[in-house]
């Protein structure tokens, strides 16, 4: 019997063109590349002081520099992020998944990626402004004066946001695509009449 004379081929052959694994890998490398550029942008206009002290940097223009660091960084996180997420969504979807699936599932981990950078850094913030004695003491080159200290903490603490982020974002996204995957699929099934 050929495919198309089957009820239920659909459910053989979801709807839409399979999204190839390899244009998956390069988007989830270039998303890194992107995430770290964009928070750097921020946390490099928020405190220049944070990158010359971490990094040693001494030179004007720190933000640009701290830009094309996110960006390397990104693309090194994002390239052992798309290794994991790739073969996971290989098995889990079996290539079958479309455009549309991809997006979807790639848009809820980045926003997730961004919230827990926001967190990090205000959670850093936080314990610059209560615990400020000890703050100066754990962290390497906290400013003393208190607007600068926060500042500082807010691009210390939202860089480790985004890192753990990504590992959430890594975790929480196979279990997600599982679940939406398994529900979309069951969706396709037609009803015993």
Known sequence: MK????????????????????WLTLLLIGT???????????????????????MGWNFPGIWKAA???GIFEGFIYGFIFSIIYTIGFAII????????????????????IYLCWIIGGVI??????????????????????????IRYAW????????????????IWGLFNTYRDWKTEFNSLKIPNL
Do not use: C
């Open 3 to 22: 495919n198309d004379q089957i009820l239920d081929a659909d459910i053989a052959n979801p709807q839409g063109k399979p999204f190839h694994l390899i």
């Open 32 to 54: 890194g590349g992107f995430i770290g550029a964009t928070t750097n942008l921020v946390n490099g206009n928020v405190s220049e002081l944070y990158f010359q002290r971490i």
């Open 67 to 69: 830009i094309l660091q």
């Open 93 to 112: 979807t079996k290539r079958k998944a479309d455009w549309n699936f991809v997006k979807r599932q790639l848009t809820k981990m980045v926003k997730l």
């Open 124 to 149: 850093a913030i936080f314990l610059s402004v209560v615990f400020s004695d000890d703050y100066q003491r754990l962290i390497r080159g906290v400013p003393i004066e208190s607007i600068q200290r």
């Open 155 to 170: 691009v210390g603490g939202s860089i480790w946001g985004a890192l753990i982020g990504g590992i959430i974002s890594l």
